[in-house]
T-cell receptor, first 118, second 121 residues
Framework: DVKVTQSSRYLVKRTGEKVFLECVQD?????MFWYRQDPGLGLRLIYF???????EKGDIPEGYSVSREKKERFSLILESASTNQTSMYLC?????????????????FGPGTRLTVT | AQTVTQSQPEMSVQEAETVTLSCTYD???????LFWYKQPPSRQMILVIR????KQQNATENRFSVNFQKAAKSFSLKISDSQLGDAAMYFC????????WGSGANSKLTFGKGITLSVRP
């Protein structure tokens, strides 16, 4: 089974702190993603990466940065946490699945990190 | 840019009954994928069902089936014989078609806002 793990389920940080959220996948997937999930807004893409050291901005990158030094690990960094970054953060990776109708990409999610910034 | 709309924030269904969750989307592309994901309370998001736009046949997975209306850009999820374990938040999602291996841009999903489904015993 594909496993995507995130370093913490719950995290409480103070305003202005630098925060690292770690994500690791064990299936050699090229693509990894960071989303934030807020009530009434669904999932919004922050950043994604399609290879080591490669990154692209998603829909809401402001206030965040990412790092991908190894293929299996994708880190989300909040340089100076603010209260409006209190949210659930979901990591995902995409790999190729061989189905009956051919190959397709399936996105696998981690359990999420609920970050509270006070 | 593509958009996905789930206009109902909450629904409720009696156990063993059938429920349909609605989703509409907007795109200028002719080929793409559509997905329904399930997120149980405090648990991981999992894929329920997927549909390729070029296929006219509606996808089915056991008690889950979709009604895909390409011209209307509608993609609803039908859950038959609802069970208590079906209670969760459900997200509709869109993805552009594959244009190559490892193409990150084409792996991006655009999600709707989600719908919370409760199942009454």
């Amino acid at each position: 089974d594909v496993k995507v793990t995130q370093s913490s389920r719950y995290l409480v940080k103070r305003t202005g702190e630098k925060v690292f959220l770690e994500c690791v996948q064990d299936m050699d997937h090229e693509n990894m993603f960071w989303y934030r999930q807020d009530p009434g807004l669904g999932l919004r893409l922050i950043y994604f990466s399609y290879d080591v050291k490669m990154k692209e901005k998603g829909d809401i990158p402001e206030g965040y940065s990412v790092s991908r030094e190894k293929k299996e690990r994708f880190s989300l960094i909040l340089e100076s946490a603010s209260t409006n970054q209190t949210s659930m953060y979901l990591c995902a990776s995409t790999g190729t699945t061989l189905g009956t109708s051919g190959r397709y990409h399936e996105q696998y999610f981690g359990p999420g990190t609920r970050l509270t910034v006070t | 840019a593509q958009t996905v709309t789930q206009s109902q924030p909450e629904m409720s269904v009696q156990e063993a009954e059938t429920v349909t969750l609605s989703c509409t989307y907007d795109t200028s592309e002719s080929d793409y994928y559509l997905f329904w994901y399930k997120q149980p309370p405090s648990r991981q998001m999992i894929l329920v069902i997927r549909q390729e736009a070029y296929k006219q046949q509606n996808a089915t997975e056991n008690r889950f089936s979709v009604n895909f209306q390409k011209a209307a850009k509608s993609f609803s999820l039908k859950i038959s014989d609802s069970q208590l374990g079906d209670a969760a938040m459900y997200f509709c999602a869109y993805r552009s078609t594959d244009s190559g291996w490892g193409s990150g841009a084409n792996s991006k999903l655009t999600f709707g806002k989600g719908i919370t489904l409760s199942v009454r015993p």
